[in-house]
């Protein structure tokens, strides 16, 4: 079935860089997207991969796709403590062009 | 330009009762998608319109409906609320079906 899990928490420290993981199940996939939810705040989306794309880089922003292990990430250079929020991983799964959305990493960044 | 805004933001219901939330989308924007969102288990997928059509379902019971009026504002109503009910309940609206989703603040509802 279609399934899509991330690592619940993250800790870093202000100034390092963040790595978010995610891992998903549906080979169909055609895109692959990261959203910000800040506290009390909807979702924001952060940036998208189409899935014949291995990497994306935007700012400080990103993004790599593994398709063969169904694997993607999102790296944040320079960790600001604004960049903490919980951050979801969603897959366009192809048929039924419905989102199927990960549980979200909090990202917790440290003075 | 104005965002998606969802109203109420909160409230506050009992076991039994039923509710209705609403959502207007971005001005141009056609599909609106509803999620609920709880900690256990993340966003689930609750319906999508488009031009006032369902366009799409997610695995919820009968409880769960909506429509989407011609202004392409949104409702979804819960009847007969149950305690696992409690949720951030997100509108999300786009240019069309698999546009860029851009959500509102949430409705938070909390069934006592």
């Known amino acids: 079935g279609e399934d899509v899990e991330q690592s619940l928490f993250l800790s870093v420290r202000e100034g390092d860089s963040s790595v978010i993981n995610c891992t998903y199940t549906d080979s169909s996939s055609t895109y692959l997207y990261w959203y910000k939810q800040e506290p009390g705040a909807g979702l924001q989306l952060l940036t998208y991969i189409f899935s014949n794309m291995d990497m994306k880089q935007d700012q400080r922003l990103t993004v790599l796709l593994n398709k063969k292990d169904k694997h993607l990430s999102l790296r944040i250079a320079d960790t600001q403590t604004g960049d903490s929020a919980i951050y979801f991983c969603?897959?366009?799964?192809?048929?039924?062009?419905?989102?199927?959305w990960g549980l979200g990493t909090s990202l917790a960044v440290n003075p | 330009k104005a965002g998606v805004t969802q109203t109420p933001r909160y409230l506050i219901k009992t076991r039994g009762q039923q509710v209705t939330l609403s959502c207007s989308p971005i001005?141009?924007?056609?599909?609106v998608s509803w999620y609920q969102q709880t900690p256990g288990q993340g966003l689930q997928f609750l319906f999508e319109y488009f031009s006032e059509t369902q366009r799409n379902k997610g695995n919820f019971p009968g409880r769960f409906s909506g429509r989407q009026f011609s202004n392409s504002r949104s409702e979804m109503n819960v009847s007969t609320l149950e305690l696992g009910d409690s949720a951030l309940y997100l509108c999300?609206?786009?240019?069309?079906?698999?546009?860029?989703?851009?959500f509102g603040e949430g409705s938070r509802l909390t069934v006592l």
């Open positions: 969603a897959e366009h799964a192809g048929n039924n062009r419905k989102l199927i």
């Open positions: 001005s141009g924007h056609r599909s």
């Open positions: 999300a609206s786009s240019m069309e079906t698999d546009g860029e989703l851009f």
